[in-house]
């Protein structure tokens, strides 16, 4: 175990990505870049390793965990992959989707990463860092945010160290997360049926497209996959929404023509807005200003996954 107060950080080459199989083999923690956020990967198959994940975050057991896998055979051997979920694969994968689907019954699963339910949450990423380990391990790994549980999501190496210190066995460097906010969450339900549990970069519009249908809008009557706690993403100070302008306690997190005191993106841009969410809540969370308060964000395209993890963290 590492020091004291901080994990050991290594750079991703191939020395990097050696000691970090090895450490998630022997059923250790390992903080990793994927193009979304850094995810707290464990072997997947152990129950063991998948409770120091919970341990660590201090996630509720009821809150099932990500299960990220090399490719579309990995995730068939886990789940049962219809038709729809293989052409959802096909356009998306690797990428920043997850699908929740019906897990097969003889899947090498630690209980614990369902959270006991029929479905599990399953994902392609697309990093190479993260790619590069899943292929060195040769294992599924869970892997929910490098974070506390509802604390603000991590999108760096220094994120990852100030939320969970030597929590974690080691962390991979690889720099800043390209898309800086978690996957889209798609749950497929029975017939042509389909439900966004939580939007992210691609949005229910593009996932309409591929499958020919709209999703279903009841609201699902209990947790189904990560992210959907009322309150999330959290920064330990009261966030103040829709704020055209800030009052002298508040540390203001601009957009567009609004600039605050720092800006998601000045040119009003919604990927870059998400690619800054996370890291100017963790900037404000360590200002001097008791408040923050947050300029408005189109509730549109991505604005609508931006406009979620506000919310969330609002509450």
Known sequence: MPGNSQPAIRVPDAAGIGEASATLLEGGLVALPTETVYGLAARADSDAAVARIYRAKGRPDFNPLIVHVPNLAAAD???LVDERAARLAQAFWPGPLTLVLPRREDASLAAAVTAGLPTVALR???????????AACGLPL????ANRSGAVSPTTA?????????KVDLVLDGGTCPAGIESTIVALRDGDRWQVLRPGPITAAEVSA?????????????IEAPGQLASHYAPGKPVRLMAETANSDEYHIGFGPISGDES??????????????????????ASPQPRIAVAPVPDEGMGIAINDRLRRAAV
């Open 77 to 79: 051997a886990l789940a």
């Open 124 to 134: 392609c990423p697309a990093h190479p860092v993260m790619r590069a380990v899943l």
């Open 142 to 145: 869970a892997a929910p945010s």
């Open 158 to 166: 220094a994120h990852v160290a100030a939320s969970l210190g030597a």
């Open 210 to 222: 591929v499958l020919g249908t709209h999703p279903d809008t009841v609201t699902p009557g209990a």
């Open 264 to 285: 998601l993106s000045v040119s009003g841009d919604l990927a870059e807005a998400a690619s800054r969410l996370y890291a100017l809540l963790h900037e404000a969370a």
